[in-house]
């Protein structure tokens, strides 16, 4: 399956997909001493976003999570890529700042967990293999 969307930032990577329906906060939903989802009752609580293609909608939260998606780079925690269906400002500058793949405009409901994903954020395309 190829899913084109735009490119949020630039890259080329493959792994494993992590998926949730939910909304993602780095500042105060992310430890970036783990990179372990600590936001109560959220999907991926107690789950690693550590070298995942990172899945969610949107982000939510401060402005503080972009720094934390930059602690999350500087300490090798962080996602190998963020696939979003709207990116958020929030996000976007986490990711420009980490140097991390992200495309968004993507419809996420068709990627699993689990599942191997490759992103090309320079032409905002994300491919599985069906």
């Known amino acids: 399956m190829k899913l084109s969307g735009r490119k949020v ?15 993602v906060s780095f500042y105060g939903g992310c430890d970036p001493e783990t990179g372990v989802i600590i936001e109560k009752g959220h999907q991926l609580e107690g789950k690693s976003v550590s070298g ?10 401060s402005t503080v999570g972009s720094y934390v998606l930059y602690a999350l780079k500087k300490t090798g925690r962080a996602p190998a890529a963020i696939i979003n269906k709207t990116v958020d400002p929030v996000v976007a ?12 405009q993507i419809e ?6 689990g599942e191997r994903v490759d992103v090309d954020a320079d032409r905002g395309i994300v491919s599985t293999q069906d």
Do not use: M, N
């Not at 995942?52 to 939260?61: A, E, M, Q, Y």
């Not at 500058?93 to 968004?104: F, Y």
């Open 9 to 23: 930032f630039r890259g080329r990577v493959s792994g494993e997909a992590l998926v949730t329906t939910q909304d």
């Open 108 to 113: 996420i409901e068709k990627l699993l967990t």
């Open 93 to 104: 500058v986490g990711c420009i700042i980490s140097e991390i793949p992200a495309v968004d």
């Open 52 to 61: 995942k293609i990172l899945v969610f909608p949107t982000g939510k939260g």
